[in-house]
């Protein structure tokens, strides 16, 4: 077989990663190269310059080729580094020069570089965030932005999660169940996690079994199966508005119909226009609601509030999907009731995930589907089939020992103390007219800046800064929210707190602009 | 809080499975549990009969009650631990007393232990394996009992996987990666993975880039995005016969419908019949092949017969998934050729997992959609968004390392010598008349019975005698295979050999008895 310049390179780029030629190495020579592989001399040269673009090797004049500190690289252009190394303490992160080069230009770059280059540090298209098809594949290739503040993530602080524990319990799992990896998972779940679950949950009031609950790829697998299970291509679904743009994603993809309820930002769903929608809208199957600590408007719906709507549901016979993913963040000593608590006829199916309280990195989820949850479990089969074991064996013991008690208490008191600075900081630091609502649990904050500023135009200045944020459009359908913005304080305070002094001064300048 | 007693019987065993109380160690009495707990002394009676029942705790009489060997009996009942066990070299699993009663007895129990027991042992229903809605769950349920030789397993012993290695890069990953499970993984697979997949399938002529392939939650993810992208509801799709029964039910979940075109157990899909059916059937979006070891018959079609399938597809302008999850397990030197090697219009779109060769217990599975592939990154945002990277991780050492390869060996020599014994034995102990073809590669035995034995009725006499295998019909929505039967060969050959034999006598009896 013989090579081509990027078949080379990227043979080189793998014997380069495995440490075949470790950092500081010198290269083969060209005419080296080139005699090894039985290539001409140009190809070789073509090879070496698409690796040093690529940021894998130097070239040190007459000298030769070595190998350049390429995991720089990768920590600034894979995001899961990245998000590690950006909340570092040394501050700025330094781009290889070339690669830095790259960002600020984009300069056009031959066809094979132009793959690579697209998947690594293409930025964010602005005008695709506005399209429901494209804004969930664009607000993530802003997570692979390499920015100082990522204040769009939907995860906390990766050091305010127990990954030590629960790395821990991974390997006691892997010594425990020595055949774990060798076999099959199989049924709804390890057993042991949902006994687990049934008892945390008992400890709120929330009295599910075992056989009630099904474990899900975290808490999109099983709003996507509730939704299958309720409702027909065509079906209406009533959401909140803003809502997750997830949410109206898996709505559109299954032919499905989300009607926008008016959501505020300190008692949630409205009622009223719910209970209008439903009277004058006869094809709504459903309510996908976050009930306590909503993204992005961290609203929480009173008790009362949440009685209502669940009456509300049970006279016009439709389903209520409680995607309750933050209920466990609250700042208070108490924990809110969720909805299901109250349900007696198995009207509400209920959400809970690992995603945002635990481990971002576990994809575990689970579902209590109520009057559906047999349709949901067998629907499961055709989607995902099972879901992995061994996170779910780690995610029991971390339960049943109490560690999860001890890290929620952590992590509630880091939100709770963080809050009240992001609130009065956004009053510092803001233009005149912006307002927020503190709100009473999980970490999104909700602004709503004056008319006169965009917040689309304020996110291009935001990036060129360094700086991510979501845009309010992108939580709804309706073209509303173009003067809101939601952020992420779940980081050390001095590091929210210089963003957001950043992030005002843009503001004000925007604000000035016009 | 007064605890019932089932939910002071839930403590108890948490207690008991965490180890507070260690096996053979004696329970308080049933006076000083009911003065802890502040119940009634019956309350505290019902407790420890309910463990009792359950296997936890043994009475002795007058001496009080002791932590049961409890680890054993999650061995029979749960399939991850039953699979490892069932296959020790200690033959024949002793079941707890009261255990092996249920059972064999199916006794009725009180309300709440029922819901307890069924989870655990419900044998499967026979007529519900009829059902398309139900053969799924139905077959799992299989998998949960406590049998003896299981060979309608989908995987091979788990002692043929490399799993001390693979715990092993788990643990490494964990160590290089600290932040890996405190933050979101993000964007279509772990780079390193993707770089290694495309590395690895280049060894078999399939020229994949990174940007060309996305990870997703096992083959069965990847067959619902596939199906997904390239049909609406009401679309036909073309898929052997007999086939995967999960395909079928995915199909059937997503409003389409399947046409199911005659595979033979030697060359595979017949193409007079599919070109047949596309020339008169308008509505076929695409063809769901296992082109190299088919599911259930194992048949691999002659690359002249995949080039063949290609033009005729190309020529009907309509889309092939080939589901390629057994091709590594040929047992010759060579690997077969993927179809999508002769794909020049992207018009296959190619699935891989690790589920079959490398690791059950992982859910990774791999899509190269072709023309298709835009459309299917964005549904697997919308069905489950992203799949967890630990296992990524340690799956892409595991190739870049050359343990693939190695394992791979292995367990291809394993089957290879399996193949010509189970066919022998087959030839041996089974009825005159029964069919087999020894396949080239993976691991499955298509078996034709006598049209005198009903291979649902063996089955049912099977289970009774710790056999089980999956029968014919379920392969298919058209009532035919009922004397087919598929057998899995994947585990130490003395186990097959025994098993083979003891089947055989049986469809002697079926046969006799007729």
């Given at each position: 077989m013989q090579y081509s310049y990027l078949e080379l390179a990227q043979l080189l780029i793998s014997q380069i990663q495995s440490e075949q030629y470790r950092v500081g190495e010198r290269l083969p020579s060209v005419r080296t190269l080139a005699k090894m592989y039985q290539l001409s001399p140009s190809t070789a040269v073509r090879c070496y310059r698409h690796l040093e673009n690529q940021g894998f090797i130097n070239a040190q004049s007459k000298s030769g080729m070595y190998v350049a500190d390429w995991k720089l690289l990768y920590s600034q252009n894979y995001s899961l580094q990245a998000k590690a190394g950006l909340y570092s303490s040394s501050g700025a992160i330094q781009l290889p020069r070339n690669k830095a080069a790259m960002v600020l230009t984009q300069q056009p770059s031959p066809k094979g570089d132009a793959h690579h280059n697209k998947h690594r540090i293409a930025p964010p298209v602005y005008e695709e965030l506005m399209s429901l098809q494209h804004r969930m594949s664009q607000l993530y290739e802003l997570t692979e932005q390499p920015l100082k503040w990522q204040l769009h993530l939907a995860s906390a602080d990766p050091n305010w999660y127990a990954c030590k524990k629960l790395a821990q319990l991974l390997k006691q799992a892997l010594v425990v169940h020595p055949h774990l990896l060798g076999q099959y998972p199989n049924g709804s779940g390890w057993p042991e996690l949902k006994q687990a679950l049934s008892q945390w949950m008992r400890s709120f009031g929330l009295?599910?079994?075992?056989?009630?609950?099904?474990?899900?790829?975290?808490?999109?697998?099983?709003?996507s199966l509730a939704l299958q299970a309720v409702a027909q291509p065509g079906d209406c679904i009533a959401v909140e508005s803003p809502v997750y743009f997830g949410v109206l994603q898996t709505i559109e993809?299954?032919?499905?119909?989300?009607?926008?309820?008016?959501?505020?930002?300190?008692?949630?769903?409205?009622?009223?226009?719910?209970?209008?929608?439903?009277?004058?809208?006869?094809?709504?199957?459903?309510?996908?609601?976050?009930?306590?600590?909503?993204?992005?408007?961290?609203?929480?719906?009173?008790?009362?509030?949440?009685?209502?709507?669940?009456?509300?549901?049970?006279?016009?016979?439709?389903?209520?999907?409680?995607?309750?993913?933050?209920?466990?963040?609250?700042?208070?000593?108490?924990?809110?009731?969720?909805?299901?608590?109250?349900?007696?006829?198995?009207?509400?199916?209920?959400?809970?995930?690992?995603?945002?309280?635990?481990?971002?990195?576990?994809?575990?989820?689970?579902?209590?589907?109520?009057?559906?949850?047999?349709?949901?479990?067998?629907?499961?089969?055709?989607?995902?089939?099972?879901?992995?074991?061994?996170?779910?064996?780690?995610?029991?013991?971390?339960?049943?020992?109490?560690?999860?008690?001890?890290?929620?208490?952590?992590?509630?008191?880091?939100?709770?103390?963080?809050?009240?600075?992001?609130?009065?900081?956004?009053?510092?630091?803001?233009?005149?007219?912006?307002?927020?609502?503190?709100?009473?649990?999980?970490?999104?904050?909700?602004?709503?800046?004056?008319?006169?500023?965009?917040?689309?135009?304020?996110?291009?200045?935001?990036?060129?800064?360094?700086?991510?944020?979501?845009?309010?459009?992108?939580?709804?359908?309706?073209?509303?929210?173009?003067?809101?913005?939601?952020?992420?304080?779940?980081?050390?305070?001095?590091?929210?707190?210089?963003?957001?002094?950043?992030?005002?001064?843009?503001?004000?300048?925007?604000?000035?602009?016009?």
């Open positions: 009295d599910l079994s075992e056989n009630e609950l099904l474990i899900t790829n975290g808490s999109t697998e099983a709003t993809k299954l032919g499905l119909k989300a009607i926008e309820i008016p959501c505020n930002a300190g008692t949630g769903l409205s009622l009223e226009a719910l209970k209008y929608a439903l009277e004058h809208q006869g094809s709504i199957k459903a309510v996908v609601a976050m009930s306590s600590f909503q993204n992005p408007t961290g609203s929480c719906m009173p008790d009362s509030h949440k009685k209502k709507l669940l009456k509300l549901i049970g006279k016009h016979q439709i389903m209520l999907i409680e995607d309750d993913v933050f209920g466990d963040l609250s700042h208070q000593v108490e924990r809110p009731t969720p909805i299901k608590v109250w349900d007696k006829h198995e009207r509400v199916i209920y959400i809970g995930s690992c995603s945002k309280s635990l481990a971002p990195g576990f994809r575990i989820g689970w579902i209590a589907g109520g009057r559906y949850h047999a349709a949901i479990k067998s629907l499961k089969l055709s989607y995902s089939l099972v879901s992995p074991l061994l996170e779910q064996v780690a995610l029991a013991e971390f339960i049943k020992g109490g560690d999860m008690a001890l890290h929620l208490r952590q992590l509630r008191q880091r939100l709770a103390s963080n809050v009240g600075l992001a609130v009065k900081a956004v009053a510092q630091y803001f233009p005149y007219g912006t307002k927020v609502i503190s709100p009473a649990g999980g970490w999104w904050l909700w602004l709503e800046l004056p008319l006169s500023i965009s917040s689309l135009s304020l996110l291009k200045l935001a990036i060129a800064n360094s700086i991510s944020f979501t845009p309010g459009m992108v939580f709804t359908n309706t073209g509303k929210f173009n003067h809101h913005l939601r952020i992420n304080y779940a980081r050390p305070w001095v590091e929210i707190e210089m963003a957001l002094q950043k992030l005002g001064q843009l503001a004000h300048q925007q604000s000035t602009n016009h």
